[in-house]
């Protein structure tokens, strides 16, 4: 099993920045990517940014040139660099980790507000 613990949400003013950290705990063996989804009220799940070990990234459209997803040196942490914050980012955010063994098996964390307010 794999445990990850967000934090570093909270209420930011537009134009703002913040920076998110994921640590992964458990069987970490068991991970290769790791991302970042949001959820805002009403709305699907959608994926932020992901980040393999190799550090390959990928960005939602809507985050490029904004968001900056990156790795700790022990390949168990993962943060997202927000700046530039719009109130359309407000939303929980989710750390997640694909199991790299077992199909289709995704970890996640509790979540972490995030509020882009004046």
């Known amino acids: 099993q794999v445990q990850l613990v967000e934090s570093g949400g909270g209420l930011v003013q537009p134009g703002g920045s913040l920076r998110l950290s994921c640590a992964a705990s458990?069987?970490?063996?068991?991970?290769?990517?790791m991302g970042w989804y949001r959820q805002a009220p009403g709305t699907e799940r959608e994926s932020v940014a992901t980040?393999?070990?190799?550090?390959?990234?990928d960005y939602a459209d809507s985050v490029k040139g904004r968001f900056t997803i990156s790795r700790g040196h022990a390949k168990n942490t993962v943060y997202l660099q927000m700046d530039n914050l719009k109130p359309e980012d407000t939303a929980v955010y989710y750390c997640?980790?694909?199991?790299?063994?077992?199909?289709?098996?995704?970890?996640w964390g509790k979540g972490t507000l995030v509020t882009v307010s004046s």
């Open positions: 997640n980790a694909p199991d790299a063994i077992v199909p289709r098996r995704d970890y």
């Open positions: 458990g069987s970490i063996f068991r991970l290769n990517s």
């Open positions: 980040i393999t070990t190799g550090g390959r990234t």
